[in-house]
């Protein structure tokens, strides 16, 4: 496996990172944070927000780290705050096509809350597949929209 962020997001993922930590710890240094930081500031969003399975959050960390790179830094720069939450759409919508569904409950169709179901999902390899996917492509486009010039 190269280096690239999206690589390194994945394997952070597969070592037993959330969803939303891998994308975080492998993007936050770009925008100055460090990896502990990004480890909690992932740690409640995983699982669609708590388990509770809204937005995915691999995606939600995206937006995070977009934010972090893009948004205001003072109240009265509304330009930036618009410039972000269109950058931020425009990011959702496209992981959204990417991977059919911004949220959690339609990626993985099983209740994730319920620790059985959980655990079956986990030895039939349900996030093995699903959650890999969904990491390694938010990532993808989460390179996209840092390297552009806004």
Do not use: H, W
Request: aromatic share 6%.
């Amino acid at each position: 496996m190269s280096n690239s962020k999206s690589e390194i997001a994945l394997t952070y993922f597969i070592e037993g990172a959330s969803c939303s930590q891998a994308i975080m710890a492998a993007y936050g240094p770009i925008v100055g944070l460090t990896i502990e930081q990004c480890l909690q500031i992932g740690s409640g969003l995983g699982g669609g927000i708590g388990r509770k399975q809204y937005i995915c959050g691999a995606i939600n960390a995206g937006a995070i780290i977009l934010g972090l790179k893009f948004g205001n830094k003072d109240l009265g720069d509304i330009d930036s705050k618009e410039l972000v939450r269109d950058i931020t759409g425009k990011f959702v919508s496209d992981c959204e096509m990417e991977l059919g569904s911004s949220q959690c409950s339609e990626l993985l169709k099983v209740d994730i809350s319920i620790a059985e179901e959980r655990a079956k999902a986990k030895d039939d390899g349900l996030f093995d597949r699903v959650c890999n996917n969904a990491v390694l492509k938010t990532a993808q486009l989460l390179e996209i929209y840092l390297e552009e010039k806004y």
